[in-house]
């Protein structure tokens, strides 16, 4: 095959991912519902994966405190091989059920958190362990795989199909499989946060300002939800530690007396 005809044939297989997300709306929502409510307890979202999937609810667990303004504890990823299997495959680590029960054991797991799993086959021994043993400590459990009818899925509270089908690289679940997951993380961790009041219509209100790019959003927001012009949005976001919702507090709060 030319390199065209490699690229066209991916697109064809990967637009199937999406008719996978669109058949899983309804139990993807009533994740979204557990998840917010987690949140709102006070719970923990923990995520369960190996390998790819492993890596994938790293970076979706990474990326909730700077976009939401939340403590690194509320989404937590655990991966077996630890911090060196996100840039190097620990293939061996995902058979380790022990371990899994020892990462599980290690979080002190309360009723409040959930726990949701996710393994492109569905069968994953360090993935499906750590969802018995936390399903046995009381605490809600969610699976998400690719197969139907697999461990994962039966011993979950929970089941979330994503059927994206055979891949077009047989076995390379980093394809279509790993798409599908990262989507479905998208759509839990986001709908969580918008179902919290973490978002005001479409806005991150709580981003952490850390850099200049994100100084910038925020003053781009505070103009976008007040009266405050670019430069009396940056200074309220300077004289108020580069919070949003203070910053709107003020600019609403001049715009009411000026009215």
Not at 19 to 36: F, I, N, Q, S, T
Not at 83 to 99: F, G, K
Not at 146 to 162: I, M, Q
Not at 178 to 206: F, H, W, Y
Request: charge should be negative; include cysteine.
């Amino acid at each position: 095959m030319s390199a065209r005809e490699i690229v066209r044939l991916m697109n064809e297989e990967e637009s199937g991912v999406l008719r996978a997300l669109e058949e899983a709306e309804e139990p993807l929502a009533r994740v979204v519902d557990k998840a917010a409510t987690a949140f709102q307890k006070g719970g923990r979202i923990v995520y369960v994966g190996a390998g790819t999937s492993g890596r994938i609810a790293v970076m979706d667990a990474a990326e909730m405190p700077p976009t939401f303004g939340i403590p690194p504890d509320r989404f937590v990823a655990v991966i077996p091989g630890g911090i060196d299997a996100m840039i190097q495959a620990v293939e061996m680590a995902e058979d380790d059920e022990y371990a899994a029960i020892s990462a599980i054991n290690a979080l002190h797991l309360k009723r409040a958190d959930i726990v949701i799993g996710l393994a492109a086959s569905g069968r994953t021994p360090f993935v499906v362990s750590a969802i018995r043993h936390a399903k046995q400590k009381g605490v809600w459990t969610c699976g998400i795989a690719n197969n139907r009818n697999s461990p994962l899925l039966e011993e979950a509270d929970f089941g979330v199909l994503l059927d994206t089908g055979p891949e077009v690289l047989t076995g390379s679940t980093r394809l279509k499989a790993g798409t599908s997951q990262k989507l479905a993380l998208n759509r839990i961790s986001t709908g969580a946060m918008v179902l919290s009041g973490k978002v005001i219509e479409n806005l991150m209100v709580d981003v952490k300002a850390t850099n200049q790019k994100l100084k910038e959003r925020c003053a781009r927001i505070v103009c976008e939800l007040s009266p405050a012009t670019y430069d009396e949005a940056w200074g309220l976001l300077a004289e108020n530690d580069w919070s949003i919702r203070e910053a709107l507090e003020k600019a609403r709060a001049v715009s009411a007396v000026q009215g």
